[in-house]
């Protein structure tokens, strides 16, 4: 439950950060956990589609392919790319350089997140003001310039529905933190915003008052897409490239994760299987209709909030536990 809650949004919002079909996202939530659940050291460690790694893939290919001229070509190279970015991770791991994780240190970590949170921040000004001809670049100037030079393409009706919602998570998480007896409304925002904007959306009809929506999504569980691999020579080059930064990026991104619980809850996270299983889920995931996915990071707040319901659900036990509960 918590896993599609989380999955849900998260991987339809990060396919749209990469130009792929939402459903992609879904997909890629959906094979590479399984994989990583039997390979993987860390225990608590959610893999799936992340910001960085997403952001990265679609500016990369985007400059030699447009996700919307050439859909399909734009998807085969995502699952290539991806099928590099797999294989550079697992051969770190067979060739047992997992030593390379002791060199990342805290304040390396620290900077990359804080970096990747920025980058990631500027490119949702996109969706936010509704904007549809935006930037590829994903520098401070060239974002904060497309973003003025195209104030006649804002909807103040996205605008406006963005900043409610923003604004009820910042409030849910200052009342958690000023009276930590409402924990569960900082728990429990994310989840409510997401239900309550889906039907806003339905019943008003966003669509046809300047709000974009996804639209309807294929059912059924993950296609076969080995098929889809493009090894030609064009391509080739752009590719490799994309899935040699994508990996190391995501590689990092998954460390520093699966690092950081490791020394919560002190547990020693084996690096060489860490980069196989992280590796190998991506190289079957290249076969299974999902794109580049990683350990993905949700911070804990000062209450050690990993999962918003999980968390929910272990304040209650603690909570009730010993007593007894008549319902």
């Not at 990469?18 to 959610?46: E, K, Q, T, W």
């Not at 920025?118 to 930037?135: D, E, Y």
């Not at 690092?259 to 002190?266: I, Q």
């Amino acid at each position: 439950m918590v896993l599609s809650c989380l999955c849900s949004w998260q991987g339809i919002s990060y396919a749209k950060l990469a130009n792929l079909p939402p459903i992609i996202g879904l997909y890629s939530s959906f094979v590479p956990p399984l994989v990583y659940a039997v390979l993987g050291s860390s225990r608590d460690l959610a893999v799936g589609p992340v910001s960085i790694a997403s952001l990265i893939m679609g500016s990369m290919l985007r400059q030699a392919v447009s996700p919307s001229a050439e859909p399909m070509l734009f998807l085969q190279l995502a699952f290539t790319s991806t099928f590099f970015a797999g294989l550079v991770q697992a051969s770190l791991g067979i060739l047992r350089l997992g030593f390379i994780i002791d060199f990342l240190s805290k304040a390396t970590l620290v900077g990359f997140m804080a970096g990747a949170a920025i980058i990631v921040s500027l490119q949702q000004l996109k969706a936010l003001l509704g904007i549809v001809h935006f930037t590829t670049q994903m520098g401070i100037v060239p974002v904060m310039a497309s973003v003025f030079q195209h104030t006649n393409e804002w909807s103040w009706q996205t605008i406006l529905m963005g900043a409610c919602f923003l604004v009820l998570l910042l409030t849910a998480r200052h009342v958690s933190i000023r009276w930590p007896r409402f924990f569960w409304i900082s728990a429990c925002a994310p989840l409510a915003s997401v239900i309550v904007s889906t039907l806003l959306v339905f019943l008003f009809k966003a669509q046809n008052h300047g709000i974009s929506i996804i639209g309807s999504l294929k059912c059924g569980l993950n296609r076969p897409s080995w098929d889809k691999l493009l090894f030609d020579p064009t391509y080739l080059g752009l590719t490799m490239k994309t899935g040699l930064v994508t990996g190391i990026i995501s590689l990092t991104e998954g460390v520093a994760v699966g690092r950081t619980f490791a020394s919560l809850k002190d547990y020693q996270v084996d690096g060489n299987k860490e980069m196989m299983a992280i590796g190998l889920m991506n190289i079957v995931g290249s076969c299974t209709s999902c794109y580049v996915t990683t350990g993905n990071l949700h911070f804990w707040t000062k209450n050690n909030l990993q999962y918003p319901l999980a968390f929910l659900a272990k304040k209650l036990k603690n909570q009730y536990q010993g007593r007894k509960i008549i319902l």
